[in-house]
């Protein structure tokens, strides 16, 4: 105890200098939009870095899982080519699309707001507010990018507002996630009138300038009526399996500004 008063007495200059230098720093950091933004930019690509390494090895294990789930992909891509004419008409013509490959390199699953970090980012043009497709269904969208990553908001997010619609009925609603189950999700806000089943299929909507439609989502498990608002809502379990490392498809909408000038009032 007397060494580190002795201590304490000896260095409180340093000690005081040091402790201004940091409340300083703070206060800049948390004032300042510029440092903030190097301070987050730093921390994704840091982070990015590390789940590419440690990811890596995941992914060796992963890769039987992975291969089954592409030659799956590919028989039915394969299959909707050979039959054109059987394909769904609210499928949006997937030239208004620019595709790019990617992986996912992380993936949380626990927090209230989750988050997956993706190995491409602005050097392969990629801007937020590109939609994200897994292997079996929709994945999020990404807000934020740096040169070579980017950071997506899945579904299983507290903030995700994506737009659905009832494969079978075409009647449209939202989908949110109000934490629990990485796997489920809720679509919200459709009509009480129409009668929904078990295992209708989720897919997204054609009003969307974001994903192309029709593109899975997920299935519907158990139906909420909310009678007092005319509204009923369901429990969907997601196609997508966030606890795996696996690719993805970004899709860059060609006439999202097009879209945009439209809608404008």
């Not at 209708?200 to 498990?221: A, H, L, Y």
Request: hydrophobic share 35%.
């Amino acid at each position: 105890m007397r060494n580190i008063l002795r201590f304490t007495v000896r260095y409180r200059v340093a000690s005081i200098l040091i402790i201004i230098q940091i409340l300083g720093l703070s206060i800049t950091y948390r004032n300042s939009l510029i440092h903030q933004t190097f301070f987050w930019e730093r921390v994704l690509t840091n982070q990015a870095k590390w789940h590419h390494f440690t990811g890596s090895w995941r992914s060796y294990f992963d890769l039987k899982d992975i291969n089954n789930a592409l030659q799956k992909e590919n028989t039915i891509l394969r299959e909707k080519l050979n039959n054109g004419s059987k394909l769904p008409a609210n499928i949006i013509d997937s030239s208004q699309f620019k595709w790019t490959c990617g992986d996912i390199l992380y993936s949380s699953v626990n927090l209230k707001n989750n988050s997956l970090i993706l190995n491409k980012g602005e050097n392969d043009g990629l801007t937020p507010g590109d939609g994200v497709l897994g292997p079996k269904g929709v994945m999020g969208i990404i807000d934020k990018t740096s040169p070579h990553y980017s950071r997506i908001i899945p579904i299983i997010h507290g903030e995700s507002r994506i737009s659905g619609i009832i494969k079978r009925t075409g009647h449209f609603g939202t989908i949110v996630w109000k934490g629990g189950n990485s796997n489920k999700a809720e679509i919200i806000d459709l009509p009480l009138e129409i009668n929904l089943n078990s295992e209708d299929e989720v897919v997204t909507d054609p009003r969307s300038n974001i994903f192309p439609s029709g593109w899975p989502i997920g299935k519907i498990i158990y139906t909420i009526a909310d009678s007092s608002n005319h509204t009923q809502s369901a429990i969907i379990e997601l196609f997508v399996d966030y606890k795996k490392i696996q690719p993805a498809y970004i899709v860059s909408n060609n006439l999202k500004s097009e879209y945009q000038k439209i809608i404008q009032p």
